[in-house]
């Protein structure tokens, strides 16, 4: 899904470029409401979880692949402001150090990957919880379900921006078919990973999951074969101060290590959905070599390293490390700013 630069002409670019831009600046806002105490260096790690996982491409069809686009994901784990935030750091990343995805289609892949697949995703969340019972099995399937939907939709609007300013003339019915196709099945692979996750999290610490928060009623465990309330918040620690979240956040960030430096190497080397649909249907006769392509890193590999599997490896451990160091950096940056206000608010009335 990660449109490379030449797809979609200059105007059309511009104008999704504005608008990402108009989106981020909301998400920033609507972060400070979501990023609590722990939720900053958390926000870092889904995005570094996401970059890593990106890199894990599985097979949907014959010689077509798919990979996490993150939107829901985020979404549920952190709230749908900071995840748009966290989506966009991994494009940004992901197209200024590994040349994938077009510089000047940033605003396009930002649009489709983080934008649209949040909304879509946790519209649809949002919904499900609200009229399913309120246990952890419902939180999962309602984060299968908006991850399912999440894809297409995000092949929908690129199936949109190529309609207002694709720069070649294939039919716009056989592009959205095959987008759409091809990524329904990709969705399945969206729901299944979104889903795992957030079950996982659910399980040892429900309390971190955003999406999980303010149900009408109690979310509930099972445990020893009953239904019991889980914590609304974290229970104290020994000293009287809240949980840590440190055994998540290493844990979490290992995981994302050994994602991007070892398992990636098993990936599947298919094209993708996109890469697939362009090349059989000839959305790709204008596509423009990457900006970045001279990166050091580029396509996922260090230069001058020779050996495969360890300049794939060392490229993924620097992505990671990269995005949660700019995530982590941008997500202290807003909930200071969101302590600040708080701060400016008290004083307003205490005045």
Excluded at 28 to 35: H, I, N, Q
Excluded at 51 to 60: D, E, G, H, S
Excluded at 124 to 145: D, G, Y
Aim: glycine share 12%.
């Amino acid at each position: 899904m990660h449109v490379p630069d030449g797809f979609i002409d200059a105007p059309v670019s511009i104008a999704a470029g504005v608008a990402a831009a108009g989106a981020v600046a909301v998400s920033l806002r609507g972060a400070r409401r979501e990023l609590e105490d722990s939720a900053a260096p958390l926000a870092g790690l889904v995005a570094a979880f996401i970059f890593a996982v990106q890199m894990l491409n599985f097979p949907v069809a014959a010689g077509t692949s798919g990979h996490l686009l993150g939107g829901a994901l985020a979404a549920i784990l952190v709230g749908p402001y900071t995840g748009v935030l966290c989506v966009s750091v991994v494009l940004l990343m992901q197209g200024v150090l590994f040349a994938d995805g077009g510089l000047t289609a940033l605003g396009v892949n930002v649009m489709n990957m983080a934008v649209v697949t949040v909304v879509v995703a946790y519209a649809v969340f949002r919904t499900l919880v609200k009229v399913l019972p309120k246990t952890r099995r419902s939180v999962t399937a309602a984060a299968f379900t908006g991850a399912l939907l999440s894809v297409p939709g995000a092949a929908v609007m690129f199936t949109l921006f190529y309609a207002l300013g694709g720069t070649t003339d294939v039919p716009l019915g056989k592009v959205f078919t095959a987008m759409v196709g091809v990524h329904v099945l990709i969705g399945l692979g969206e729901a299944v990973i979104t889903a795992a996750t957030v079950g996982a999290v659910l399980a040892v610490r429900p309390d971190l999951v955003h999406g999980a928060r303010g149900l009408s009623t109690p979310l509930k465990l099972r445990v020893g074969g009953e239904l019991v309330d889980a914590p609304a918040t974290a229970p104290a620690a020994p000293v009287g101060g809240p949980r840590s979240t440190r055994p998540v956040w290493i844990t979490g960030l290992l995981t994302a290590l050994v994602l991007a430096g070892f398992v990636s190497y098993y990936a599947s080397a298919s094209p993708d959905g996109l890469e697939k649909v362009a090349a059989d249907k000839g959305i790709d006769r204008n596509e423009r070599q990457h900006a970045a392509a001279g990166s050091p890193l580029a396509d996922y590999s260090v230069k001058d390293v020779t050996d495969t599997r360890l300049s794939g490896g060392l490229a993924g451990v620097i992505g990671v490390g990269a995005t949660v160091a700019v995530g982590t950096g941008i997500f202290w940056t807003v909930r200071r700013r969101r302590a600040e206000d708080l701060t400016a608010t008290s004083t307003s009335a205490a005045g």
